[in-house]
């Protein structure tokens, strides 16, 4: 009997502590007419860390909106984002993502390089370093309503091949459609 809550106590100590949803919070007031895509502005910078990124952030120039959050593995070589180039950049993304359903989601990223992001007023991402296309830990959110709830980032290429993607579900985190997020 002894050995036995021995083993349980050392089963229950090893797992997994299970933190609780991340409540987002919803914009208020709800954006009324908003245009498609994010805002986004860049700086070049080759830099390696987030916290790096944050230093330029302030000589940073309003560029091409985003789509979305839907960007693929480049080549090498090819643009990072909208920025006119492919290495060396720095953006601050700015904008609001729709859920359609209240609900608890699964989201995470796919970020080349780094990569902070928050929505709803928590931070849902943080894959900071330089990486390949790799997916960030994922979190569960909490939505409380339907609507739009505000999203901010900071994201960083350095050299070599970038992407930036955002998945949500309520079951397995699905692609964010382009028509999902606006500013």
Known sequence: MRKTLTV??????AAPAFAAPLKLQPASP?????????AVKYAEASVRKLSDAARVVGSAKPGK???????????EGEETLTAGRAMAVVAVIEGYVRFDAPGVYNIDFLSNDGLR?????????????????TESKAVQ??????GWYKLEGL???RKG???LHMRAGMGAPD???????GH
């Not at 349980?8 to 100590?13: F, G, I, Q, R, T």
């Not at 959110?141 to 339907?146: I, T």
């Not at 692609?175 to 997020?181: G, I, K, L, R, V």
């Open 117 to 133: 992001m928050t929505i709803g007023g928590q931070q849902v991402a943080l894959h900071d370093g330089v990486h390949g296309c």
């Open 175 to 181: 692609w964010m459609p382009n028509a999902a997020f």
């Open 8 to 13: 349980l106590a050392a089963v229950l100590l």
């Open 161 to 163: 091949t970038a992407c």
């Open 141 to 146: 959110a909490d939505v409380p309503q339907a």
């Open 65 to 75: 909106p985003l789509a979305g959050l839907d960007y693929w593995d480049t080549k």
């Open 30 to 38: 709800q954006p009324s007419s908003l245009s498609p895509g994010l």
């Open 155 to 157: 994201y960083f290429q």
